[in-house]
C-alpha cells in the first residue's frame, strides 16, 4: 500500500481539517473524530473548501499529527492554523 505523509493546514468550511500530501494535492479527513479510522479523500477541484471528492487509500502519516475534532475542541496545543486560502478565517466563516 502507497505510503503518504499528510501536513495539516487548517480547517475548510466544515469544520474538517485540510493537509498536503507534499505535491500540493488537498486532501481532507472527513471523519475526523478520535478513536476512528482517518477517512481521507482528496479536494474537488483542489480548493481549499472543496467538497470531498475521491477516497485514498493509502497508509497516512500526520504532521505533527493527526486533528481531530476532540482536539479541536480542547487542545490548546495544536499546530498553527494557516488560513483557509479563499478570504475566510481558520474556522471557514466567511470576513464581513
Not at 13 to 23: A, E, F, I, K, L
Not at 29 to 49: L, Q, S
Request: glycine share 10%; proline share 7%; charged share 25%.
Amino acid at each position: 500500500m502507497k505510503k503518504l505523509t499528510l501536513t495539516f493546514l487548517g480547517f475548510d468550511s466544515w469544520s474538517r481539517p485540510v493537509y498536503d500530501d507534499g505535491t500540493g494535492r488537498l486532501l481532507v479527513d472527513v471523519d475526523p473524530r478520535e478513536g476512528r479510522a482517518p477517512d481521507i479523500c482528496t479536494k474537488y477541484g483542489n480548493a481549499f473548501n472543496g467538497e470531498p471528492c475521491d477516497p485514498v487509500q493509502a497508509e497516512f502519516t500526520f504532521a505533527p499529527h493527526r486533528v481531530t475534532w476532540n482536539q479541536f475542541q480542547y487542545n490548546t496545543k495544536m499546530p498553527q492554523k494557516q488560513g483557509n486560502q479563499e478570504g475566510g478565517n481558520d474556522y471557514g466563516n466567511s470576513q464581513a
